[in-house]
């Protein structure tokens, strides 16, 4: 390898100074208290060594030594909020009514309101997180690890919104007319009304009425279900492109209730759909919640966090079509495969470990996640997962819960 000379150096300034470029300076010169330029000049001259393929000789290696001191201490710094310039708030949507407004809710929920993302401290989240947690009208299959909180009840749905508000502190109650399929029981919506009847004097916190899914039956049960909830302002779960969204809409309207507006993780398709309830459909401004869809852990989950968070900054930077709470049908977490089996079907696959507990995790995570995205609503099953949610948003929301670590030095081990 080459090397290249101090003295070298001294005779390129020679040259630059007979073309009077050097301004009678010499390499000497050059330290660490000559300033910024300096230290930049000497920091080419060790690059293009290096790219020469040249070593330095000592004198040289000292001079560039010299003029790039390291430091004993760290640069003092400080960190200075900045925040961010979002136009627009969430529209704060109220769930429940009460006697004085035609209702027999006792407790009444406010979702939205959000002028900035989730949890960020510069900016308080002016209503919690709430969870509602999923009744159905029949015994339905459900995983193991949930079922068995539910034995006692499963035959009877009003004794099962009460157990999940009672014993297990949810929110709302969601209750599934899942019946109503004509695949399954083809429960009339008359009869399904009944047990929407049911649910709201078993319980006084406001509910989410969910119909089968089935297109063709699921807007004359919903528009039944609307009618014999009117007054009690309940979430009619769901209005979609893919059936007469206007009928849904409509009843909703007509009987004083807020519409739940779900699409299958389509940021414009959420658009559209909402334009048209609002336009069509007359819904105002404080009668929409959306559901972009949910997908599980390991499943699409990252994509639903993606649209969810698009969704989120697209109202709060002015979008007014989408300035609105956000529901997460956080339960598909157990459709996923590795929520509730046994262990994988995979021989050469690794240890699963025990169901009880993957199961609860999976759909944790899964709400963890969403509540990060700007997620509103969670609808749940496990009462462990819903007691460990409520307990993460609200040490997010408010910091005043949170443990203290006195000592950030050592931070690690004072928490474990």
Excluded at 307 to 333: F, K, Q, V, W
Excluded at 349 to 377: C, F, H, K, Q, V
Aim: charged share 25%.
């Amino acid at each position: 390898m080459k090397q290249m000379k101090y003295s070298d150096l001294e005779k390129l300034f020679k040259i630059l100074q007979s073309e009077g470029k050097a301004d009678g300076m010499q390499l000497s010169d050059f330290s660490e208290k000559n300033g910024d330029e300096n230290d930049q000049l000497l920091s080419k001259i060790s690059q293009i060594a290096a790219r020469l393929g040249c070593k330095t000789d000592d004198e040289l290696s000292h001079l560039l030594r010299n003029s790039h001191p390291v430091s004993d201490s760290l640069i003092p710094a400080k960190f200075n909020v900045t925040g961010f310039d979002f136009k627009m708030p969430i529209q704060e949507i109220v769930l429940g009514a009460g006697k004085s407004e035609g209702g027999s809710r006792k407790s009444k929920i406010t979702l939205g309101g959000e002028k900035t993302m989730p949890y960020f401290f510069d900016a308080v989240m002016p209503n919690k997180n709430r969870i509602t947690m999923d009744v159905f009208d029949m015994p339905v299959s459900l995983a193991k690890s949930v079922r068995s909180n539910y034995e006692d009840v499963l035959d009877d749905p009003a004794a099962w919104a009460k157990k999940a508000v009672n014993e297990f502190g949810a929110d709302m109650i969601t209750i599934h007319l899942v019946s109503t399929d004509p695949a399954i029981k083809n429960t009339s919506a008359k009869d399904a009304a009944k047990t929407v009847e049911e649910i709201l004097q078993a319980v006084d916190v406001p509910i989410v009425i969910g119909g089968s899914g089935n297109p063709q039956k699921d807007p004359e049960v919903l528009e039944k279900a609307a009618e014999v909830a009117e007054g009690e302002r309940v979430l009619i779960a769901s209005a979609n492109l893919n059936m007469d969204y206007k009928r849904i809409g409509e009843a909703a309207k007509k009987y004083g209730h807020v519409i739940l507006s779900w699409t299958q993780m389509d940021i414009n398709a959420q658009k559209e759909l909402n334009r048209k309830l609002f336009r069509q459909c007359g819904i105002s401004s404080d009668g929409l919640i959306m559901d972009p869809t949910t997908a599980a852990l390991g499943y699409g989950l990252d994509y639903a966090y993606s649209n969810m968070e698009r969704i989120r900054m697209a109202g709060l930077s002015g979008d007014a079509e989408l300035a609105y709470p956000l529901s997460s049908g956080t339960t598909n977490a157990w459709g996923a495969r590795e929520s509730w089996m046994i262990s994988s079907p995979q021989a050469q696959d690794s240890d699963w470990g025990d169901r009880e507990y993957r199961g609860p995790i999976w759909e944790i995570i899964t709400g963890m996640t969403l509540a990060l995205a700007g997620n509103d609503l969670f609808m749940m099953m496990h009462p462990k997962a819903v007691q460990f949610l409520k307990e993460f948003t609200e040490i997010l929301s408010n910091s005043a819960t949170a443990d203290k670590v006195e000592n950030y030095d050592d931070w690690l081990t004072e928490v474990y």
